[in-house]
């Protein structure tokens, strides 16, 4: 079973820097894709970002490219997503998600973690 477990969320002032991490197991994910979301209250939940574990294709939300950054460690079963010049509307729960990469249904989801940005 796939396990997902992200941490590094906080309080940061607005122009700060986090990076969230999400540690997966339970699988080998060579076949997988593993993707960051977020829901901020009161939305729905959106895209930020993604990439392919096995290659390291990156697939990034447009109005993310250039702030945030996806990337994994094969080593550590890993993911990251640092978050540069970060903005109060950045606030939300992220959660990072996995699927089969034939497979368009992210069907395993982490708790999420809060990252909260204050101006």
């Known amino acids: 079973q796939v396990q997902l477990v992200e941490s590094g969320g906080g309080l940061v002032q607005a122009g700060g820097s986090l990076r969230l991490s999400c540690a997966a197991s339970?699988?080998?994910?060579?076949?997988?894709?593993m993707g960051w979301f977020r829901q901020a209250p009161g939305k729905e939940r959106e895209f930020v970002a993604a990439?392919?574990?096995?290659?390291?294709?990156?697939d990034y939300a447009d109005s993310r490219k250039g702030r945030f950054t996806i990337s994994r460690d094969n080593a550590k079963n890993t993911m990251y997503l640092q978050m540069n010049n970060l903005k109060p509307e950045d606030t939300a729960v992220y959660y990072c998600?996995?699927?089969?990469?034939?497979?368009?249904?992210?069907?395993?989801w982490g708790q999420g973690t809060q990252v909260t940005v204050s101006s």
């Open positions: 990439i392919k574990w096995s290659g390291g294709i990156t």
């Open positions: 998600a996995a699927r089969y990469d034939v497979s368009s249904k992210y069907d395993y």
């Open positions: 339970g699988s080998t994910f060579s076949r997988y894709v």
